[in-house]
């Protein structure tokens, strides 16, 4: 007959602990997101945010989409947390243009493109509003005041 040892609760205990520690890292993980809906058409743009761990980067997404036809996520590359503020245009129906610092992108959403600028375009069109960080959570801030 073999007799055990209590090794075994005590890499229990260790193992439970070292998930209790853990628990802070995890919660602190994040992730924000707003869409902006076009008046009528079915359209949304939506700006996603992703953070996998504490003090690690933000992954931003924009998602469009023209239902029923697409939906599609296209990478933001270089946004980060401070000052995050991505501009929104709309030179015609059904097109948009997005601008953060010296970043210009062009999304069309009858199929769903996207595109980077490699030179900011001479007339972005119509300012809808921007996608931007306030009070720690993402916002979309028209333009033009909601109607009442």
């Avoid at 609760?9 to 076009?38: E, R, S, T």
């Avoid at 946004?79 to 997005?98: A, H, N, S």
């Amino acid at each position: 007959m073999k007799r055990r040892t209590g090794t075994t609760a005590v890499a229990g205990w260790k193992g439970w602990w070292l998930a209790l520690c853990a628990l802070p890292l995890l919660a602190a993980c994040g992730g924000n997101q707003f869409a902006y809906l076009d008046e009528g058409g079915g359209l949304t743009l939506s700006v996603v945010r992703e953070q996998s761990y504490l003090a690690g980067p933000w992954k931003s997404t924009l998602v469009s989409a023209a239902s029923p036809r697409c939906q599609k996520r296209h990478a933001l590359e270089g946004l980060t947390e401070d000052g995050f503020q991505l501009k929104v245009f709309r030179p015609e129906p059904g097109v948009y243009i997005l601008n953060a610092g010296k970043r210009w992108y062009v999304t069309e959403l009858r199929n769903c493109d996207f595109q980077v600028y490699k030179a900011p375009p001479p007339h972005p069109g119509d300012p809808l509003g921007r996608f931007e960080i306030r009070n720690g959570n993402l916002e979309f801030i028209s333009e033009k005041p909601a109607k009442r």
